[in-house]
């Protein structure tokens, strides 16, 4: 087993994040996707205690396919918190675009655009309401590329960004995040049946361990061993890691110009 811990003060440094970003956009507060899950939850909680609860809105985006437990939950949570929250069923534009070019359609292309619509509903509503989208992502998932680009990577902020799943459930304890939501298996609504660990193949503790080792650049064998895995499998990981590197980066281009964007332009 490959020790995971979390900083004590981890929660006061996100909201301090929160707090200043959206202090610097001068934003009317910030919109978060809810979708019954641990991460837009602890996000909730997190720009509650940032914010207050005024400045605080909670979407909900069903689609007929959607688990009814997931919008219920999303609900208890954003009544708990007592922020306000809306419900847009995104059934009618997500079936619109796959009808569009039905030749092209696949599970994981639908899944993909139902990702996409539902930032399209964040991104309105954020603009209509001068708000910023806090994203719900946390650093397993980035690191894998597990997640859609311009879809749920899409946002201006990744408060739980640099936590990883195993990180983000210690964290939820520790704000009173409901026990029911911290237990139920991580799923991203895309389809009937479906949950994270079955897609990805392998469980959030077992590959959080595999990450956790490589960022702190232990040898691949200590890895597998410490972790009880095979070395194929961390290799496995790896090439994950190599192959989503796009969705974590600025679209790359040619250099021309004396400073270029996304490479040697310095942000302020």
């Known amino acids: 087993m490959i020790p995971?811990?979390?900083?004590?003060?981890?929660?006061?440094i996100i909201q301090a994040f929160i707090s200043q970003k959206a202090a610097e956009a001068t934003a009317s507060g910030v919109i978060i996707g809810m979708s019954g899950g641990l991460d837009s939850s602890l996000v909730a909680h997190l720009c509650v205690n940032a914010l207050g609860k005024d400045k605080v809105l909670g979407l909900m985006m069903p689609e007929k396919s959607s688990n009814p437990q997931d919008l219920e939950h999303g609900v208890i949570v954003a009544k708990s918190l007592g922020i306000e929250h809306?419900?847009?069923?995104?059934?009618e534009p997500f079936r619109a675009f796959?009808?569009?070019?039905?030749?092209?359609?696949?599970?994981?292309?639908?899944a993909n655009v139902k990702a996409r619509c539902r930032m399209i509903e964040l991104y309105m509503i954020a603009n209509a309401t001068d708000r910023l989208v806090m994203g719900c992502g946390n650093k397993?998932?980035?690191?894998?590329?597990?997640?859609?680009?311009?879809?749920?990577?899409?946002?201006d902020y990744m408060p739980i960004g640099d936590l990883y799943k195993t990180q983000v459930r210690e964290l939820s304890r520790r704000m009173g995040v409901d026990a029911e939501i911290i237990r139920k298996a991580p799923s991203a609504g895309l389809w009937?049946?479906?949950?994270?660990?079955?897609e990805m193949g392998i469980t959030y503790d077992l590959l959080d361990q595999i990450l956790y080792g490589l960022e702190?650049?232990?040898p691949r064998e200590r890895i597998a061993k410490e972790a009880g895995c095979e070395p194929s499998t961390v290799?496995?990981?790896?090439?994950?890691?190599?192959?989503?590197s796009h969705k974590r980066r600025l679209p790359q281009m040619p250099k021309i110009g004396f400073r270029t964007p996304g490479f040697d332009w310095r942000e302020p």
Not at 98 to 110: E, G, M, R, Y
Not at 140 to 155: A, H, L, P
């Open 235 to 244: 290799e496995s990981i790896e090439g994950k890691i190599r192959s989503s």
């Open 86 to 91: 809306m419900i847009v069923d995104i059934s």
């Open 216 to 218: 702190t650049e232990m």
């Open 140 to 155: 397993t998932e980035i690191m894998v590329g597990y997640f859609t680009k311009f879809g749920d990577g899409g946002s």
């Open 4 to 12: 995971i811990k979390l900083r004590d003060d981890a929660g006061e």
């Open 192 to 198: 009937e049946g479906q949950t994270d660990e079955g």
């Open 98 to 110: 796959l009808d569009a070019v039905p030749k092209l359609n696949s599970q994981i292309v639908a």
